[in-house]
T-cell receptor
Framework: DAKTTQPTSMDCAEGRAANLPCNHSTISGNEYVYWYRQIHSQGPQYIIHGLKNNETNEMASLIITEDRKSSTLILPHATLRDTAVYYCIVHGSSNTGKLIFGQGTTLQVKP | DGGITQSPKYLFRKEGQNVTLSCEQNLNHDAMYWYRQDPGQGLRLIYYSQIVNDFQKGDIAEGYSVSREKKESFPLTVTSAQKNPTAFYLC????????????FGSGTRLTVV
């Protein structure tokens, strides 16, 4: 599985958009980009995933660059409840199924 | 509602004792996983199972054992051979189409006293 690089921490003002970057320069053609978040002492929660097209759901938007070497998760109107560790993971749908977690980005949403 | 249930939420164990963590899912997922998380760290894979009666070691399997006798259940035993068992343990599951994402349980916090 390809590895990802994320900033260790980020701050965002409540009500503003939070843009969380992720580099995955060694991603393979059949690997998806997944985003999960983990609120303190809870299990990770799936947010969104994509292959090469941009994706949007009720939680967030995912922007993937044309070369697929990086992506950005966008929380359009961050709230205090969005404070969490955000993990960017690349993973193929046909391999053994192991999700490899990095350190993630700790997003602190401030009032 | 479908989901994954981990129990107990908090568990205390004396040194030298084995302890079993429960993980049950009603999502009809084929694959199940156990992860360990230490403070301030990401998740590390202990064991995973893609089908009933079959499982594979992850990156940190030493001192742990699992079984997969039923599709719905994937219990993890932390044995006395695990030298540093105090951690947060997370169970997850996924369907055959992993592009749909993984579902995680709420975790068990194990403390050795």
């Amino acid at each position: 599985d390809a590895k990802t690089t994320q900033p260790t921490s980020m701050d965002c003002a409540e009500g503003r958009a939070a843009n969380l970057p992720c580099n995955h320069s060694t991603i393979s053609g059949n690997e998806y980009v997944y985003w999960y978040r983990q609120i303190h002492s809870q299990g990770p929660q799936y947010i969104i995933h994509g292959l090469k097209n941009n994706e949007t759901n009720e939680m967030a938007s995912l922007i993937i660059t044309e070369d697929r070497k990086s992506s950005t998760l966008i929380l359009p109107h961050a709230t205090l409840r969005d404070t969490a560790v955000y993990y960017c993971i690349v993973h193929g749908s046909s391999n053994t199924g192991k999700l490899i977690f990095g350190q993630g980005t700790t997003l602190q949403v401030k009032p | 509602d479908g989901g994954i249930t981990q129990s107990p939420k908090y568990l205390f164990r004396k040194e030298g004792q084995n302890v079993t963590l429960s993980c049950e899912q009603n999502l009809n997922h084929d694959a199940m996983y156990w992860y360990r998380q230490d403070p301030g760290q990401g998740l590390r894979l202990i064991y995973y199972s893609q089908i009933v009666n079959d499982f594979q070691k992850g990156d940190i399997a030493e001192g742990y054992s699992v079984s997969r006798e039923k599709k719905e259940s994937f219990p993890l035993t932390v044995t006395s051979a695990q030298k540093n068992p105090t951690a947060f343990y997370l169970c997850a599951s996924s369907g055959l189409d992993r592009a749909l994402g993984y579902t995680f349980g709420s975790g068990t916090r194990l403390t050795v006293v």
